[in-house]
C-alpha cells in the first residue's frame, strides 16, 4: 500500500512539472508573437515615413501657379451714363447741366468705350478710352438773326497707365496703379440764315491729368467674380477721379460678361472755359481674353 502512494505521488508531481513546462512555453511563444507584431508596426510606420503616404486627415498640398507669359484683355462696353456738373464757353454765363441718360441718348451721334490691358506676371499695362459726339438743333422763334441754331459737341477721355499686383494669389490680384488721362472737350456753334447768315463757332480746351490708385479682381466661385478700381489725380485739372465696380460672369476662358456702376468726375477751368462735371451710371461690357 505505501508502494502504491509514493507510485502515485511521483505521478502527481510529474504532472505538475508537465503543466509548468508548457506553461513556460505558452508564455514564450506569446511573447515571440508580441516581439514580431512589434517588429512589423515598427516597419510599417518606417515605410510610412519615408513614402509620405497620403492620408484623407492630411491632405495633399497643391502648388498654386499663377500665369506665365503675356495675357491680353479687350472689354468694349457700354456706359449709360448721365451728366451734371457746370459748363462754361464762348465767354457766356455759367451753364449748370443736368441731364439723364434719356436726355443725352436723345442728343447722340456717336460713342466709343473700350478698355484694354496686357499683363505679364504681376505688372500691367492698360488703357481705357471714351469718346462721344452729341449733337442739337433748333429754329428761333423769330429767325431775324439766324433762322436756325446747331450745336455738336465731342468729349475725349483717354487714360493710359502701368501696374503691379502687390497682392496675388488663385483667387485675386490688388494691383496699385498709375498714369495719365488725356482729356479734349470741344463745342461748335453753327448758325444758319437770318442777318447772321451762315456762321459757327468753336471753343473748348484740351488738357491732361496723373492719376493713381487700386485696381482689383476677386473670384467668388470659378465662373463669378467682383472687379473694380478706384483712382484721383489732377495736373490741368483741379481734381480728376474714377470709380467703378461690377459683377462679372466667366463663360469660358476666352468670353466673360461685367455689369456695374461708374461714376468719373473733373473739375477743369482755363482762361474762361469751365467743364466741371460729373459722369455716372450703370456700365455693361463684354471681356475678351486671349
Same mark, same amino acid.
Do not use: C
Given at each position: 500500500?505505501?508502494?502504491?502512494?509514493d507510485s502515485?505521488?511521483?505521478?502527481?508531481r510529474h504532472?505538475?512539472?508537465?503543466?509548468?513546462?508548457?506553461?513556460v512555453?505558452?508564455?514564450?511563444?506569446?511573447f515571440?508573437l508580441?516581439?514580431v507584431?512589434?517588429?512589423?508596426?515598427s516597419?510599417?510606420?518606417?515605410?510610412a515615413?519615408?513614402?509620405?503616404?497620403?492620408?484623407?486627415v492630411?491632405?495633399?498640398t +497643391?502648388?498654386?501657379q499663377?500665369e506665365s507669359?503675356w495675357?491680353?484683355?479687350?472689354?468694349?462696353?457700354?456706359?449709360?451714363?448721365g451728366?451734371?456738373g457746370?459748363v462754361?464757353?464762348?465767354?457766356?454765363?455759367?451753364?449748370?447741366?443736368d441731364?439723364?441718360?434719356?436726355?443725352?441718348?436723345?442728343h447722340?451721334d456717336?460713342?466709343a468705350?473700350?478698355?484694354g490691358?496686357?499683363?505679364?506676371?504681376?505688372y500691367s499695362?492698360f488703357a481705357?478710352?471714351?469718346y462721344?459726339?452729341?449733337?442739337?438743333? +433748333? @429754329?428761333?422763334?423769330?429767325?431775324i438773326l439766324?433762322s436756325? =441754331?446747331d450745336v455738336d459737341a465731342?468729349?475725349?477721355?483717354?487714360?493710359? %497707365?502701368?501696374?503691379y499686383?502687390?497682392?496675388?494669389d488663385?483667387?485675386?490680384?490688388?494691383?496699385v496703379?498709375?498714369?495719365a488721362?488725356v482729356?479734349?472737350a470741344?463745342?461748335?456753334v453753327s448758325?444758319s %440764315?437770318?442777318?447772321?447768315g451762315n *456762321?459757327?463757332?468753336n471753343d473748348?480746351d484740351t488738357?491732361?491729368?496723373?492719376l %493713381?490708385?487700386l485696381?482689383?479682381?476677386?473670384?467668388?466661385?470659378?465662373?463669378?467674380?467682383v472687379t473694380?478700381? @478706384?483712382?484721383? @489725380?489732377?495736373g490741368?485739372?483741379d481734381i480728376?477721379?474714377d470709380?467703378?465696380?461690377?459683377?462679372?460672369y +466667366?463663360f469660358?476662358d476666352?468670353?466673360s460678361?461685367v455689369?456695374?456702376?461708374?461714376?468719373?468726375?473733373v473739375?477743369y477751368s482755363n482762361?474762361?472755359f469751365?467743364?466741371? =462735371?460729373?459722369q *455716372?451710371?450703370?456700365?455693361l461690357?463684354?471681356?475678351v +481674353?486671349f
Amino acid at each position: 500500500m505505501k508502494r502504491d502512494a509514493d507510485s502515485e505521488a511521483r505521478m502527481t508531481r510529474h504532472d505538475d512539472m508537465y503543466e509548468s513546462l508548457l506553461g513556460v512555453r505558452k508564455a514564450v511563444k506569446s511573447f515571440g508573437l508580441i516581439v514580431v507584431l512589434l517588429a512589423g508596426v515598427s516597419t510599417v510606420l518606417d515605410n510610412a515615413n519615408a513614402a509620405d503616404i497620403y492620408t484623407p486627415v492630411a491632405p495633399e498640398t +497643391k502648388v498654386v501657379q499663377t500665369e506665365s507669359g503675356w495675357t491680353f484683355s479687350f472689354t468694349p462696353y457700354f456706359w449709360a451714363t448721365g451728366l451734371s456738373g457746370d459748363v462754361r464757353s464762348f465767354g457766356l454765363p455759367t451753364v449748370n447741366v443736368d441731364a439723364s441718360f434719356g436726355d443725352i441718348w436723345g442728343h447722340l451721334d456717336f460713342a466709343a468705350m473700350a478698355i484694354g490691358e496686357a499683363r505679364y506676371d504681376r505688372y500691367s499695362i492698360f488703357a481705357d478710352v471714351i469718346y462721344t459726339k452729341l449733337s442739337g438743333s +433748333k @429754329g428761333t422763334p423769330l429767325g431775324i438773326l439766324a433762322s436756325s =441754331v446747331d450745336v455738336d459737341a465731342e468729349t475725349f477721355a483717354g487714360f493710359v %497707365g502701368a501696374g503691379y499686383s502687390v497682392f496675388e494669389d488663385s483667387t485675386g490680384r490688388l494691383d496699385v496703379v498709375g498714369g495719365a488721362r488725356v482729356w479734349s472737350a470741344d463745342t461748335t456753334v453753327s448758325v444758319s %440764315g437770318g442777318i447772321l447768315g451762315n *456762321q459757327s463757332r468753336n471753343d473748348g480746351d484740351t488738357w491732361v491729368d496723373a492719376l %493713381g490708385g487700386l485696381k482689383g479682381t476677386y473670384s467668388i466661385t470659378p465662373n463669378f467674380f467682383v472687379t473694380g478700381w @478706384g483712382l484721383v @489725380g489732377g495736373g490741368g485739372a483741379d481734381i480728376d477721379w474714377d470709380v467703378a465696380a461690377t459683377v462679372g460672369y +466667366k463663360f469660358n476662358d476666352t468670353f466673360s460678361a461685367v455689369a456695374g456702376y461708374r461714376a468719373l468726375g473733373v473739375d477743369y477751368s482755363n482762361d474762361g472755359f469751365v467743364f466741371d =462735371v460729373v459722369q *455716372q451710371g450703370p456700365i455693361l461690357g463684354l471681356v475678351v +481674353k486671349f
